[in-house]
């Protein structure tokens, strides 16, 4: 924390009511309900030293030893701060051979430390951790689980897990004088001190990342680490294989030449929506089938190896035949490394399933051989298959693994895939 934090409380309470419980209910098929509700705060500590104004050692005139400043601190510094409501409720039906679980949160985080580019004017280079204003996340949480047979012969289970979340900035604290002169800047005709005209592009309001950059930003009224660039909306392709007649999105609605075209909101980075189904199913207590799919909806990420190959190196398979693809896309893998075009943007959502196990409890006459109390073999394979639209290697794959944090854990490039991992087991108990 900087110097100037004193201390911060994070109250929590939560209450349950339980107007349904065992055989004797009212209901019919009803045996379990339960009402819940919680409220609750945290915080979120800076990274250790990001409060501290830094230095390093450096040569000064006449190779005399000197240090230059490294990190310019914080001394205002202090946590993020999350405040949640969550209500909810629990079920079992059918003598709990079907339940439920259905959540409903709204958390905002007040004061979020981002980071902040140091204007060059100050002479020391990098960002500055900042609290920032408000985000809002929201979302709903569901849980289904069902039994349709229980016989000792043969037991299916399922469950099926769904989760949406909307993230919004709603302010990121910067100061109105800064504003005032990216959407003078923006906007020509924009004057100082009117409410900001809806005719000019929405592409004011951001922290973290200059324009053009490859990191995502944070802008207000748009989800956390969302991407925005020029959207290229229409070309066309000279027999020569040029993209000619290129138009890019104006942000609101219509097109505009490249050229001049605001950026726009290409895409969230964090998925609105996530889930999970599976089954098991067990034949005479012995044997014992299931199976996991997963998937994610709705974000982006950057094919980081087509744009090393396309844009950087020019050396892939649309530069030599561009007729066979889209002219837009050919025109935004063209368009060069100034901007961050949105033609290796591309849509991650995927579904894979997950996993395929088969289990196997060996029968006691086994057990007496090396005096076991039980014995099961399975096997089980992994990473079986992915469908998704994303051309990249992987969905799933970042760049180092996602070390490098930032942007460059939001793209693949020269990485490997998940692998299809095929695993067998002995369990063995006493």
């Not at 000619?244 to 999105?249: A, F, L």
């Not at 999970?276 to 207590?285: A, H, K, P």
């Not at 950087?312 to 060069?336: H, T």
């Amino acid at each position: 924390f900087g110097q100037n934090f004193d201390r911060v409380y994070y109250p929590k309470f939560s209450v349950s009511y339980i107007p349904i419980e065992g055989t004797a209910a009212r209901i019919p098929y009803l045996n379990a309900l339960k009402l819940r509700a919680a409220y609750g705060e945290s915080g979120k500590q800076p990274i250790t030293f990001s409060a501290l104004q830094t230095y390093e050692s450096a040569t000064g005139p006449g190779d005399v030893p000197t240090v230059t400043q490294l990190t310019i601190g914080n001394p205002d510094l202090g946590p993020e701060r999350s405040k949640e409501i969550e209500l909810g409720f629990d079920l079992g039906a059918f003598r709990d051979r079907f339940g439920a679980e259905v959540t409903y949160y709204h958390k905002r985080t007040l004061d979020a430390i981002l980071d902040r580019t140091i204007a060059p004017s100050i002479g020391v280079p990098g960002t500055q951790p900042f609290n920032a204003g408000s985000i809002v996340n929201s979302g709903v949480e569901l849980l289904l689980r069902a039994s349709p047979l229980t016989s000792d012969r043969l037991g299916w289970d399922m469950t099926f897990g769904y989760a949406v979340n909307r993230n919004k900035v709603e302010d990121l604290g910067t100061p109105e004088s800064v504003l005032e002169l990216r959407r003078r800047t923006t906007c020509p005709t924009y004057v100082p001190g009117s409410p900001y005209p809806s005719t000019c592009a929405p592409v004011a309001d951001f922290v973290n990342a200059a324009s053009g950059s490859l990191p995502p930003r944070h802008q207000v009224g748009y989800p956390l680490g969302s991407y925005f660039n020029k959207r290229i909306v229409s070309a066309e392709l000279t027999p020569a294989g040029t993209a000619t007649n290129v138009m890019c999105d104006d942000g609101r609605g219509g097109s505009i030449a490249c050229a001049s075209a605001p950026f726009v909101f290409l895409g969230r980075t964090i998925p609105r929506i996530e889930g999970s189904f599976s089954n098991t199913f067990s034949l005479l207590r012995s044997l014992r089938l299931s199976a996991l799919v997963d998937f994610k909806r709705d974000y982006v990420k950057v094919d980081g190896s087509q744009r090393f190959r396309c844009v950087v190196n020019a050396r892939c398979r649309e530069w030599y035949y561009p007729q066979d693809y889209d002219p837009k896309l050919i025109a935004s893998l063209k368009a060069g490394t100034d901007v961050l075009p949105d033609g290796y943007i591309n849509d991650a959502s995927y579904t894979k399933l997950r996993e395929v196990a088969i289990q196997y409890t060996l029968p006691q006459s086994f057990n007496r051989l090396g005096r076991f109390s039980r014995a099961v073999v399975g096997v089980a394979g992994r990473n079986l298959h992915t469908w998704t639209k994303y051309p990249g290697l992987d969905p799933e794959a970042f760049f180092l693994g996602g070390s490098r944090g930032g942007g460059f854990a939001l793209f693949d490039q020269t990485t490997n895939p998940q692998a299809t991992q095929w695993v067998l087991n002995l369990n063995l108990s006493w």
